[in-house]
């Protein structure tokens, strides 16, 4: 049986592998042996976006995001213009080299000087004070295969 993790899971457990190269959202086949995640593949076509990010918090906290879900400020959720709603993403502050992952759930930021506005949660992982310059590296949607019992 295959499993699908949580955003909140995914996040945490992407968390850890953050020397990912940029890739698609689109997932591939399972390979590996199960409860083994995928690792984040290239996509040669794909490049990094680099920017000022935001972020926004407690004002919108249980609103209707986007994607239909209510924004959590302690997830590691964000907003983009244009990215395919459920993309993961990479962001790494260019001043301070700290970097999350986060899936996209929303459509922002409002402001046009800028390309990403992360949730509370994802900008307190990077330290950010207001507004960071960025790099956005766009990851493969993580997977997890678990084997529930005998075939």
């Known amino acids: 049986m295959l499993r699908v993790l949580s955003p909140m899971a995914a996040?945490?457990?992407?968390a850890t592998?953050?020397?990912a190269a940029p890739g698609n959202s689109t997932p591939e086949s399972l390979q590996g042996t199960p409860g083994q995640?995928?690792?984040?593949?290239?996509?040669p076509t794909r490049k990094a976006?680099?920017?000022?990010?935001?972020?926004?918090?407690?004002?919108f906290q249980h609103k209707k995001t986007a994607s239909?879900?209510?924004?959590?400020?302690?997830?590691?959720?964000?907003?983009?213009?244009?990215?395919?709603?459920g993309s993961w993403v990479k962001v790494t502050d260019l001043t301070t080299d700290r970097s999350v992952v986060v899936r996209i759930n929303?459509?922002?930021?409002?402001?046009?000087?800028?390309?990403?506005?992360?949730?509370?949660?994802a900008a307190k992982m990077l330290a950010m004070k207001g507004l960071d310059r960025v790099r956005l590296d766009?990851?493969?949607?993580p997977v997890m295969a678990e084997n529930l019992g005998p075939h």
Do not use: C
């Open 11 to 14: 996040a945490l457990l992407f």
């Open 17 to 19: 592998s953050l020397g």
């Open 37 to 43: 995640t995928q690792e984040a593949k290239p996509t």
């Open 49 to 59: 976006q680099v920017g000022t990010a935001s972020w926004y918090g407690r004002i």
């Open 68 to 85: 239909g879900e209510p924004y959590d400020m302690f997830q590691f959720t964000a907003a983009h213009r244009s990215l395919p709603l």
């Open 106 to 121: 929303d459509r922002g930021p409002i402001g046009r000087n800028r390309i990403i506005d992360l949730s509370f949660g």
């Open 138 to 141: 766009v990851l493969q949607t």
